[in-house]
């Protein structure tokens, strides 16, 4: 076992002994400034994407606000009318669309927090 590995270190260190000699430096910088530069288009498109997700996220959110505030007053009225089974509709669908609003809460906060870290 121990002649396997004395050899497996010959190898390997002979190897490695090619590969130093043939690396040149300026080569190796060349490509690592590549290499970065496409690492920093990703990370840009990224934050672009997880920014665009947010700003979706927050209008979605505003939009579930808005109809629900548009399904209470239609609720005040259909009360105003004396309408009761309308009312109760009316506030059904605005119980959906707060749910909606109080789901995209969290969400966008986490997305904030993606976006900061980015």
């Known amino acids: 076992m121990g002649l396997l590995d004395r050899i497996s270190r010959l190898v390997r260190a002979n190897i490695n002994t090619l590969l130093n000699g043939a690396e040149d430096p300026e080569q190796v910088l060349q ?3 590549i290499d970065m530069q496409s690492d920093l288009i990703s990370m840009r498109q990224a934050v672009a994407q997880a920014i665009a997700t947010q700003k979706r996220s927050e209008r979605q ?3 579930a606000a808005r109809n629900a505030r548009e399904w209470y007053n239609r609720a005040q009225l259909a009360l105003n009318k004396n309408d009761e089974a309308t ?6 669908r605005r119980q959906t669309y707060t749910q909606t609003e109080q789901a995209l ?3 966008i906060t986490r ?3 993606v976006v900061q870290q980015l």
């Open 31 to 33: 490509q690592t400034v």
């Open 61 to 63: 959110c505003e939009q």
């Open 87 to 92: 009312a109760r509709e009316a506030l059904s």
């Open 105 to 107: 809460r969290p969400q």
């Open 111 to 113: 997305q904030k927090e």
